[in-house]
T-cell receptor, first 113, second 110 residues
C-alpha cells in the first residue's frame, strides 16, 4: 500500500473488555513502532519491532498491553481488561530501519467507557 | 534523561509573517532529529531529518536547522494551509525509540 494503514479508525469499548488494534506497515519496512498520543501531548513510545521480534517494549505501561508481529509485516496491539485511562489515539509507524525516518498511520482513536 | 522541549506552545501569525519554532533537546548522543507536521485527527506527517550540527534542510516555505542543543523550524511567508501542530522528535544513541516534544500549535490567519 501507499502508506501505513491502521484499523479500526475508531473503537469504543466498555471498561474491562479486550481490544485489538491492527497496523499494516509500508511494504518493505522492517521496523515498526507503536505510540500512544493523548490530547495536547506528543506521541509516547510503546514498543519497537525489528522484523518479527520486539527489540524494545520498555514503553508498554503494564502487562495488560501486548503486541505481536508474527510474520514481520502486520502488527496487532492487544489491550486486556481495558481501563478508562487507556483512552487515547494509538499510532503505528514504520521505517526501513532504526535510523531512518518513520512514517505514521492515521491512528486508532480508542475510547473506553 | 533524554528530553525534548518545544516552544512556544502556540503561535498565531498573520499570512506572510515569518517566524521560527524552537526544539531544545538533551540526549546522551544524537542519532537524528525529526520534524513532523500533524493536522487535527491525523497521524504525524514526516517533514525533515537532521543528523549533525550545522545541517539544514528546506522544503517549500519551511527550513529546519540544527545545533548541538536545539533545532529551529523557520517558516517563511506562511499561508493559512501551514496551520497545524509541528512536532519535534529525537532518536538517541543506544535506543530504538523517538522521544517527542509536546508540539507547537501554529495558526496562520488570512
Amino acid at each position: 500500500g501507499a502508506g501505513v494503514s491502521q484499523t479500526p479508525s475508531n473503537k469504543v469499548t466498555e471498561k474491562g473488555k479486550y481490544v485489538e488494534l491492527r497496523c499494516d506497515p509500508i511494504s518493505g519496512h522492517t521496523a515498526l513502532y507503536w505510540y500512544r498520543q493523548s490530547l495536547g501531548q506528543g506521541p509516547e513510545f510503546l514498543i519497537y519491532f525489528q522484523g518479527t521480534g520486539a527489540a524494545d517494549d520498555s514503553g508498554l505501561p503494564n502487562d495488560r498491553f501486548f503486541a505481536v508481529r508474527p510474520e514481520g509485516s502486520v502488527s496487532t496491539l492487544k489491550i486486556q481488561r481495558t481501563e478508562r485511562g487507556d483512552s487515547a489515539v494509538y499510532l503505528c509507524a514504520s521505517s526501513y530501519g532504526r535510523d531512518a525516518e518513520a512514517f505514521f498511520g492515521q491512528g486508532t482513536r480508542l475510547t473506553v467507557v | 534523561e533524554d528530553q525534548v522541549t518545544q516552544s512556544p506552545e502556540a503561535l498565531r501569525l498573520q499570512e506572510g509573517e515569518s517566524s521560527s519554532l524552537n526544539c531544545s533537546y538533551t540526549v546522551s548522543g544524537l542519532r537524528g532529529l525529526f520534524w513532523y507536521r500533524q493536522d487535527p485527527g491525523k497521524g504525524p506527517e514526516f517533514l525533515f531529518t537532521l543528523y549533525s550540527a550545522g545541517e539544514e534542510k528546506e522544503k517549500e516555505r519551511l527550513k529546519a536547522t540544527l545545533t548541538k542543543k536545539e533545532s529551529f523550524l523557520h517558516i517563511t511567508a506562511p499561508k493559512p494551509e501551514d496551520s497545524a501542530t509541528y512536532l519535534c522528535a529525537v532518536h538517541a544513541s543506544g535506543t530504538y525509540k523517538y522521544i517527542f516534544g509536546t508540539g507547537t500549535r501554529l495558526k496562520v490567519l488570512a
